[in-house]
């Protein structure tokens, strides 16, 4: 039984103690019954990630929508769990390993998953941890990680299912290079930036000729040791003249032809444009066209080749630099100029991305891209905000070819075995391969054997297992009909953020009607990105980003949450100010000084109501209820954080600043039974309310408001309904407020002490009986006020 209450809110131990008691009383696991399930996976973050701002607001969204549903009486269950991150990981290891004097290379592929399995069984909970001082209510009994057994099998199963269905295939292709992660990367990974560049304008010989030269303009003369050919407009009159002849490349003179091309853009610098196929795609689609030779002179690493014959060994922009010397030393450079372009970076290392014709396995989309796009476009999954449909459907309707393989060791590792002949089979093991490509061997009297079979080195792309993710962690894909899957999914809501709506959002779509015939979420909720006041994103390598734990500990959570959401409507970047987490403070600060005022009141039981109360408890419930219907309407429009202010409104203006000042007894006078218990339940109906976004001090509060037994909570508790109220009253009160605040003002301007009575002459205009409602409360709240009424013409006065 509590005795004291403390004079000050401390988030501190509140917090701790709470989480402890959810997760003791097994509040948060959810298992298969007969409520209606309400379901949200969460966006597994990297295994090698920590808490960001991005994260606490993702995070604080999806937590007030599973905390309401399961007040609703709904069987909330959010599911939580890490994704392994190939590329991330791999970085992290090889990193980890350089520090303790270890070079990959020379390591086995066992002996360096064993390194990755022990670097992440040490640092892979982190983040997860983080969200628990969050406060997320998250399943941790159904914690999953995209490189558990279940998952990976899901994988390995549906990479088989679509090879055999003619979607997957292996093939030559120019792909998005990475040269520091050493891997191929989708066109998704790409992040294009606009950057300063410069332009170079290079002459190159005609053959045969002593000064006869054809300039063209890049922005890369380092690519030039790789060009075979230069191509003109055959429409360009300037070239028409060198048809058949042949150019010779500065610094190496090999000799190329000159092939002609509408492609060319004859406007962009000189007419005339080197060809490099080993290095751009649309180079290389001419040389397929053409049937050029290739020439990579890049090494994976992006160093220069052997085949570039110069500069070999070195950094590509250090040859930059440096050819570009050699170019004007040698009579090549006509002139530089300033130029502006757009450059591909990596999404995950942010290196400049480097096109690169490789071997390598891809997946094909329109198939699988038409259905879903569709089950967006007729609103059968609904996106809010609705404006992020018009990017989906862009980039649903000029979808193209995914490259799904990865040349790295950590994740799932391709299902391919080559045979001695260069032939491939594509099965689970080595053993039900063998047994494949014996049962297709012509000769059968030579057999292939266990150590013919050579498994691909590659594994596949990291979002090939996220794209399973609302499946698989029911285990839908190796058991279709397993209890999970049938109750859980499809899924209630997606929390995400927009710039994945191409790598994550709609692959789940595409994957879950290709394996289930069924949506994988009803609702995908778009969260803005965290900036700074400057309008800056807000990274650690910019210094602008507070560190998320650091703001609990000095804060707590509550404030945080509530700090965070209340200027983040869906879709719109939330614009981060330290001044918005004391705002969160200052309402828990409030909350509990207005719990400790109605705890504190001496009741009297033999008190009768007085008439003052009776109306006040009769408005404060209207505007509940008026509140209530509306904060629920901008539930389901997914308008949180104006739900958030609704309450926010309800609670500082409604309850503390009017409702308790009108029942607030006389000093050191009692309070009347009914009116206490009124406002008791009133406050744990304004704590219910808020409890989604504030769980700790709700919790707190609402175990000190009445006597609770052990395993009970306000979590678990119901939601308030909304009842029918009477407009009226709300609107009556709307006027009895104006006169209050006339009347106050009234005595600040003319110097009247609030204990100086004064009489209030109310005239009418007609034969109406007055309207008395709140002629107490306007009594009492504008101190020391009579109230009188004339049979003139309508009007107030004050007599002293």
């Known amino acids: 039984m509590i005795t004291e209450i403390a004079s000050k809110y401390d988030s501190s131990g509140v917090e701790d ?89 020379n390591l086995s592929r066992e002996q360096f998953l064993g390194h990755a399995w022990e670097w992440k069984t040490k640092h892979g909970g982190i983040i997860l941890d983080q969200l628990k001082k969050l406060g997320a209510s998250c399943d941790w009994e159904r914690t999953c990680f995209t490189m558990d057994e279940a998952l990976y099998e899901s994988v390995i199963d549906v990479f088989i299912d679509l090879y055999n269905k003619g979607l997957i295939y292996r093939g030559i292709r120019m792909v998005n290079w990475d040269p520091k992660a050493l891997t191929a990367v989708s066109d998704e990974e790409v992040n294009h930036k606009e950057v300063n560049s410069k332009l170079y304008f290079v002459r190159y010989r005609v053959e045969g000729t002593p000064d006869e030269w054809v300039t063209i303009a890049t922005t890369r003369p380092e690519t030039i040791l790789g060009d075979t050919a230069i191509c003109v407009h055959p429409e360009d009159e300037r070239y028409q003249h060198l048809l058949g002849k042949r150019i010779l490349v500065p610094l190496i003179s090999r000799s190329i032809p000159i092939i002609y091309d509408e492609y060319v853009d004859r406007e962009f610098g000189t007419g005339a444009l080197k060809v490099t196929p080993a290095h751009d795609i649309n180079d290389y689609n001419l040389g397929l066209k053409y049937k050029l030779e290739v020439i990579d002179t890049f090494n994976p690493n992006g160093t220069m080749s052997e085949a570039a014959r110069l500069f070999v060994g070195e950094d590509r922009f250090v040859v930059r630099k440096k050819i570009t010397e050699e170019l004007k030393n040698n009579g090549h450079i006509v002139k530089i100029e300033d130029y502006t372009n757009k450059v591909g970076y990596s999404e995950r290392t942010d290196e400049v991305i480097e096109p690169r014709i490789s071997v390598q396995w891809f997946m094909k989309m329109k198939e699988l891209a038409k259905p879903a796009l569709d089950l967006v476009e007729d609103d059968t999954i609904l996106f809010h905000p609705s404006k992020y449909k018009n990017m989906y459907r862009h980039w649903m309707a000029n979808v193209t070819d995914w490259c799904i393989s990865r040349q790295l060791w950590w994740g799932q590792r391709i299902p391919a075995f080559y045979l001695p002949d260069g032939t491939f089979v594509v099965a689970r093991s080595r053993e039900e391969a063998l047994a494949i490509a014996n049962l297709n061997c012509k000769d059968q009297d030579s057999k292939f054997k266990l ?96 560190e998320p734990l650091d703001l609990i500990r000095l804060n707590g959570a509550d404030a945080v949450r509530v700090g965070m959401l209340l200027c983040s409507p869906a879709g719109n970047d939330l614009l981060y100010d330290d001044a918005l987490i004391e705002q969160g403070r200052n309402f828990c600060n409030k909350l509990w000084n207005a719990m400790r005022l109605v705890k504190g009141w001496p009741v009297d039981d033999s008190m009768a109501q007085p008439d003052v109360n009776k109306v006040s408890v009769e408005w404060f419930d209207a505007a509940f209820n008026a509140s209530l219907q509306n904060i629920n309407a901008l539930y389901d429009d997914y308008r949180l954080s104006e739900a958030l202010m609704a309450a926010y409104k309800l609670v500082w203006d409604d309850f503390c600043s ?6 607030k007894p006389a000093y050191q006078h009692p309070i009347d039974r009914p009116t206490l218990e009124a406002a008791i339940g009133f406050f744990e109906k304004l704590i219910k309310v808020l409890h989604p976004f504030m769980p700790f001090i709700t919790e707190e509060i609402w175990q000190i408001l009445e006597e609770r037994k052990t395993g009970e909570s306000i979590m678990i508790s119901s939601q308030p309904l909304p009842k029918d109220y009477d407009q009226g009253l709300i609107d009556k009160f709307g006027y009895a407020e104006e006169v209050i605040m006339a009347i106050r003002n009234a005595r600040k301007e003319k110097n009247i002490p609030q204990k100086e009575a004064i009489r209030l002459f109310i005239r009418k205009n007609n034969n109406e009986a007055p309207d008395i409602t709140y002629d107490s409360l306007v009594g009492k709240l504008a101190t020391s006020v009579s109230l009188a009424m004339s049979k003139k013409k309508w009007m107030a006065a004050f007599h002293l």
Request: charged fraction near 25%; glycine fraction near 6%; hydrophobic fraction near 40%.
């Open 17 to 105: 103690k709470w989480y402890e008691y959810w997760m003791k009383q097994g509040f948060f696991h959810s298992v298969p019954d007969q409520r209606e399930p309400y379901c949200i996976v969460i966006p597994p973050p990297n295994v090698t990630g920590v808490l960001h701002m991005g994260h606490m607001l993702n995070n604080t969204i999806q937590d007030i929508l599973v905390r309401r549903a399961r007040m609703m009486g709904k069987n909330a269950c959010w599911v939580p769990g890490t994704d392994h991150a190939s590329i991330a990981t791999e970085a992290k290891v090889v990193a980890k390993l350089k520090e303790e004097g270890i070079d990959k290379a």
């Open 451 to 546: 150590t013919d079979l050579k498994q691909d080195e590659d594994v596949l792309d990291t979002w090939f297992s996220s794209w399973l993710w609302p499946i698989s962690v029911f285990d839908g894909i190796r058991k279709p009909d397993n209890p999970d899957i049938q109750y859980y999914y499809p899924t209630n809501d997606l929390i995400t953020a927009p710039e994945i709506i191409f790598f994550w959002v709609a692959r789940m779509i595409m994957a879950g009607w290709e394996y289930r015939k069924a949506i994988p979420f009803k609702n995908v909720y778009f969260t803005g990105i965290v900036r700074d006041k400057q309008g800056r994103k807000m990274s650690k390598s910019l210094g602008n980003s507070p």
């Open 658 to 663: 009017w409702f308790l000042e009108m029942i």
